[in-house]
């Protein structure tokens, strides 16, 4: 591995814990809404204290949630802070969710928007080479960047080892792309239908791409092939796991703190539900307990912490649930979840008169968001308030189980060995 790559993946797994980062725009964020609440004449003054490069600075190193708070501060600071000149140096929030439907022609991408404003790109990728693959699937999102999988098969072969394909990451926004080699064949043809993308701007430009092997659906990790885009290459490596564990079918992968997280099932004594991460160069494993370990959760990245949410059982009634419970990776390099908040889904119920399931969690606050059994709508849910803040409506014919990518804009031009404009 080059010497440069060494340093990047150092960067990625020495970052400051980044629930402290929270912390510390959350403390930034109060400590400045007391001194102009305590001298209110003070408002109007404090923006002309400073120049727009130095707020923009300042700005720049706290949370998106804190960013869109100060848009209240003054109008000199909302127009600051909402000028699209300043979008590629200011942290961006959710703006939506990737998700697709199908017919008996192939997937058909859609979005779905938090503002209820048109999407911020197409979600048929028009710039991609046009006729180049019989269909897309989306597979992973991280950090502005999206993860595709092109195959030549009409419909997905969920057994990758037998299809055509090629992995291909790109920015939306700028309409930039790479298509990435074929990943590695082992000689036993292995099972291999889980990828995630792993990408942090405050680190690099570059980015990683995981793919898991197993030797069938349903048996242990068995290899994890790596592409690097700083090398352009893949590597190959068998997991070295000492523990067992079998990957959910189609899990959600999720990048964060230097680490890709996932879900599986831990094969010991008792089988239960496990969170498994990774770092970067396939050397360290970690395994999580989950609560309720016979029940699935969804997990996500939320203020730059590890999250899970999962619905818990009826102490009297095993087969009702009673609440939704989210918790969160105690700290960066810790295997125990805290749990944050529990919400009622009697209250869930009586509020939106429809039942439904966690699809995803908010990048920036406690909120979760649920799809809705009909598979028609997705309702965000506000844990710390207890209360139901929009509900977006979805496309039809959408499989009521399928997974919700979530979709934070990345302005930057930049994008390692992107082939297309």
């Known amino acids: 591995m080059e010497e440069a790559e060494k340093g990047e993946i150092f960067k990625m797994n020495t970052k400051p814990s980044s629930m402290k980062e929270a912390e510390k725009g959350e ?5 400045t809404r007391l001194r102009l609440d305590n001298h209110p004449e003070a408002t109007a003054e404090a923006p002309s204290l400073f120049t727009d490069d130095i707020i923009l600075e300042i700005l720049s190193r706290l949370p998106a949630r804190s960013v869109h708070r100060f848009k209240c501060i003054s109008v000199s600071w909302r127009n600051l802070i909402a000028d699209p000149a300043n979008r590629k140096k200011l942290p961006q929030t959710l703006a939506g969710f990737l998700y697709f439907t199908t017919d008996n022609i192939g997937h058909h991408h859609q979005f779905a928007s938090i503002s209820g404003r048109a999407p911020p790109f197409d979600p048929s990728l028009p710039y991609l080479q046009p006729n180049k693959y019989k269909d897309m699937t989306q597979v992973d999102a991280c950090n502005g960047l999206l993860l595709y999988r092109g195959s ?33 064949q082992s000689p036993e043809n292995r099972f291999s239908c889980i990828a995630g993308l792993a990408f942090d701007p405050a680190v690099s430009s570059h980015f990683y791409v995981l793919q898991f092997e197993q030797t069938f659906q349903g048996s242990y990790i068995t290899a994890v092939n790596i592409y690097s885009s700083r090398t352009r290459a893949w590597t190959r490596r068998d997991s070295g796991m000492v523990e067992k564990v079998v ?18 099932i831990h094969k010991g004594i008792n089988e239960e539900n496990v969170l498994v991460g990774v770092d970067m160069e396939v050397k360290v494993w970690k395994i999580i307990r989950v609560p309720y370990s016979s029940g699935v959760g969804t997990l996500g990245s939320s203020q730059g912490c590890l999250h899970f949410a999962i619905a818990s059982q009826d102490q009297l009634n095993k087969e009702l649930v009673s609440e939704i419970e989210l918790w969160c990776l105690k700290d960066r390099d810790s295997k ?37 059994y009909g598979g028609d709508t997705l309702a965000a849910y506000d844990m710390r308030h207890q209360k139901v803040c929009c509900i977006l409506n979805l496309e039809t014919n959408i499989t009521q189980w399928h997974r919700f990518l979530p979709y934070v804009p990345l302005c930057s031009e930049s994008l390692a060995d992107a082939d297309g404009q």
């Open 336 to 372: 125990e979840l805290v749990q944050k908040h529990t919400a009622s889904i009697d209250k869930l119920m009586s509020t939106t008169e429809l039942g439904y399931r966690v699809a995803e969690i908010h990048p920036d606050c406690d909120t979760i968001f649920q799809g809705s």
């Open 27 to 31: 403390v930034f964020e109060r400590n």
């Open 247 to 264: 990957l959910f079918y189609l899990t959600r992968c999720v990048f964060v703190g230097g680490m890709m997280y996932l879900m599986g």
């Open 152 to 184: 030549n098969n009409k419909l997905v072969a969920w057994n990758w080892a037998k299809d055509d394909f090629h992995f291909v990451v790109c920015n939306p926004v700028t309409g930039r792309w790479v298509e990435l080699p074929p990943s590695p």
